[in-house]
């Protein structure tokens, strides 16, 4: 780059070549004077002086001026003669030389520069070739002049110059003048801006592009409010091509005047606050009302005044009904919140109204159920305490301590498993005894399903149990005194039945037909009467026996069973099914006295079908207890009406004639017995002529247990049908 003010490279290299010219033609017109003819002259001081000293002297003036003239130029200059011979160089020559290591004798003077460019090897060789090509043809007067730019790097910089060459005089047979310029500077300048121009270019068609591609609207205003650009959808929503928007404001464009006084007002704003402006207005388009929002930003200018506005404008309308309709949500869940609200406070006292008028202990647990949170007006009058008293103390501060270590086991049970907590405990009331009570206690789950927190009912049955204790001690009399009874008749039934056998023999050869089926009937009955003692002391010796569990094959059993009545009616068909791998916890005993008396009432009542089918299976079901083991006995017999399905586990009822079907009627009554005994509960489902069903359990808590058959009768019932 020139300095400024300073000649272009042109203008130097055109006075350079006007100079020596110059000079060229002073030593000719000496020469030509000097003809031999003037030996002298006189100066103005009228001082004679030789004209071949003055010769010498103007030709060594003229010299010293070429020479301070071509060494103040920048550029490297040789002057070559007519063969290529550099017979002179400048300063700026000289000193690249010595900076490049290029030393030779007086820096190439007398050197043939074409010899050099013809002899240039490697990457050098192109440039060399057409340099000494220029030359040529300089000296040669085919051309005016030559000039080639090349690089020049060293290993520290890039470099690039421009050589120019042009002849001495206009006889190019004189010879000619080789210039160097650096045009580093130049060439980089030159560079960056094309760069930066490239850099602009590309930056605004990436502007462009991303204002044209978005589908907002967006656009440049001016200070006047003016549309210097608008993307192409709000271009697409106007109708109009850019050329026709550009320089057009909002009234020219056809907006409402109020809307156009609007927007322009707000980017004024802009221009004078330089903030940016987000606003949000209601437009009306062919009588449609749309929402839409403005954003107006300021740029500025290197001096810090606002240069133009930029704007994005979105459609709002989707979002504002959106809204609208989410505030009409809200307010509509407000409403029922409230509503809820007052129902739930509505709710919570009539629970404490029907808590504090119970006659039980009403309470609550938190989640954890390590503290109380609630205890109702009942408990307090039963355990002689206040409110606060029992919140702040332990439930274990009022259970009998015999009972505190099943209480405990049970409510760590319930905790674990988020189920009922149900037990039966001593309390001690206000008077120092203690009352039983039936507790049970149930969680309370949140919308998570988690608990939150417990309820438990403690029901008095104090009264209860005195009345039970003294019926289990009547039965127990009972039992005894069925036990005596049945014992006590088997000894004079046995001697009856003894001294019919005697009459019989004595009367075999008298006896009419009458005495012989009198005698027959009291026979039978006396077997009938044994068969009812010996069910009734059955009975009653199983309501005494200890219960001895162990693990029992239930299949393995009920085959057992099924081979012994087949065996007693060899010519029967009956199709028996048992399920394998049945197992139970039970006295082995008492369950094959209870498969013995329940298959074989099935073999009974199936003795009159032409296809008799039995079967009996398990399966497992899940009750407020856990899981339990179901199991079942079915047959296509006789069947029952479930009217008397009641009076089937009573001592002595019949649902069928004697003539019908044989049997005492104590069979389902000890087996009923028995299944008590195990603590399980049984029910039997059947219809007339579409045989019966008979299930049970043989563990677990009778209301669990009752709880999951009694929802299975249903089903039963149906499968019967």
């Not at 029952?640 to 009554?669: N, V």
């Not at 000890?670 to 007339?688: D, L, N, S």
């Amino acid at each position: 780059m020139n300095a400024p003010g300073s000649p272009s490279l042109a203008q130097v290299n055109l006075e350079v070549t006007g100079l020596i010219e110059q000079l060229h033609a002073i030593d000719e017109r000496l020469e030509y004077l000097l003809a031999g003819q003037i030996d002298s002259v006189t100066n103005s001081d009228g001082h004679t002086m030789l004209l071949r000293r003055a010769q010498g002297h103007v030709r060594q003036s003229q010299n010293a001026k070429q020479a301070a003239i071509v060494n103040a130029l920048p550029a490297h200059i040789a002057v070559l003669d007519r063969n290529g011979v550099i017979v002179s160089v400048n300063d700026a020559w000289r000193q690249f030389g010595d900076a490049n290591s290029l030393r030779s004798s007086e820096h190439a003077i007398g050197i043939n520069y074409l010899a050099i460019c013809d002899a240039a090897p490697g990457d050098c060789a192109i440039g060399a070739m057409q340099t000494a090509s220029g030359i040529r043809s300089v000296l040669g007067g085919s051309s005016s002049s030559f000039s080639l730019e090349y690089p020049c790097h060293s290993p520290t910089e890039q470099r690039w110059f421009l050589l120019t060459i042009t002849p001495l005089a206009e006889n190019h047979n004189n010879g000619a003048v080789v210039r160097h310029l650096d045009i580093t500077e130049r060439r980089q300048t030159a560079h960056a801006a094309a760069a930066l121009a490239e850099q602009t270019e590309r930056r605004e068609r990436m502007f462009n592009t991303m204002l044209s591609s978005i589908t907002d609207f967006a656009y440049i205003y001016d200070r006047d409010g003016r549309y210097l650009f608008a993307n192409q959808p709000l271009l697409d929503w106007w109708g109009f091509n850019l050329d026709q928007v550009v320089g057009k404001n909002y009234l020219d464009l056809g907006y409402p005047p109020a809307v156009a006084a609007h927007l322009q007002q707000q980017i004024q704003k802009v221009f004078t606050h330089k903030t940016s402006l987000l606003f949000e207005m209601p437009y009306f388009k062919q009588d449609v009302e749309t929402f839409y929002e403005h954003v107006y930003s300021p740029v500025f200018a290197d001096d810090g005044t606002v240069d133009f506005v930029v704007g994005i404008t979105r459609n709002t309308t989707e979002r504002k009904r959106t809204q609208q309709a989410l505030q009409s949500l809200n307010a509509e869940l407000e409403e029922r919140v409230a509503t809820r609200t007052a129902e739930l406070t509505r709710q919570e006292a009539l629970f404490r109204k029907l808590a504090e008028e119970a006659p039980a202990i009403v309470w609550t647990l938190n989640a954890s159920g390590t503290e109380i949170t609630y205890i109702n007006r009942a408990g307090i009058g039963l355990l002689g305490c206040t409110s606060e008293q029992w919140l702040a103390g332990s439930v274990s501060l009022f259970v009998h301590p015999d009972d505190l270590a099943a209480t405990r086991l049970e409510r760590t049970r319930a905790l674990a498993t988020s189920t009922p907590f149900v037990a039966q405990r001593r309390l001690r009331a206000a008077d120092g005894g203690f009352r039983t009570m039936s507790c049970r206690a149930s969680p309370v789950f949140d919308a998570a399903g988690k608990v939150d927190f417990w309820v438990g009912l403690d029901v008095d049955i104090t009264e209860i149990k005195e009345v039970e204790d003294a019926l289990r001690l009547s039965n127990h009399e009972l039992e005894a005194f069925a036990y005596a009874i049945a014992h006590d008749l088997r000894s004079p039934l046995t001697l009856i039945d003894g001294f019919g056998r005697l009459l019989e023999k004595e009367l075999s050869t008298s006896a009419t037909p009458r005495s012989t089926h009198l005698l027959a009937r009291m026979r039978a009955g006396v077997r009938q009467m044994d068969d009812v003692s010996a069910g009734l002391l059955g009975l009653a010796v199983l309501s005494r026996a200890a219960v001895k569990l162990e693990p029992v094959d239930v299949s393995q059993a009920a085959r057992e069973v099924a081979e012994l009545l087949c065996d007693t009616q060899p010519g029967r068909k009956v199709e028996i099914d048992i399920q394998d791998g049945m197992m139970a916890l039970c006295d082995r005993g008492m369950l094959r006295s209870l498969l013995f008396n329940l298959l074989g009432n099935a073999w009974k009542f199936t003795s009159k079908v032409e296809r008799a089918h039995i079967s009996m299976a398990s399966n497992t079901a899940t009750g407020i207890t856990g899981e339990t083991t179901v199991y079942r006995i079915q047959d296509n017999g006789a069947g029952f009406d479930m009217h008397y399905a009641g009076k089937l586990f009573t001592p002595f009822q019949r649902l069928h004639s004697i003539e019908d079907f044989e049997g005492t009627g104590i069979g389902l009554a000890t087996v009923r017995k028995i299944v008590e005994r195990h603590g399980g509960t049984i029910h039997a489902f059947g219809a007339p002529g579409k045989g019966a069903c008979m299930e049970f359990t043989l563990s677990g808590s009778t209301i669990g247990a009752a709880g999951l058959i009694s929802s299975r009768i249903p089903d039963a019932v149906s499968a019967l049908r």
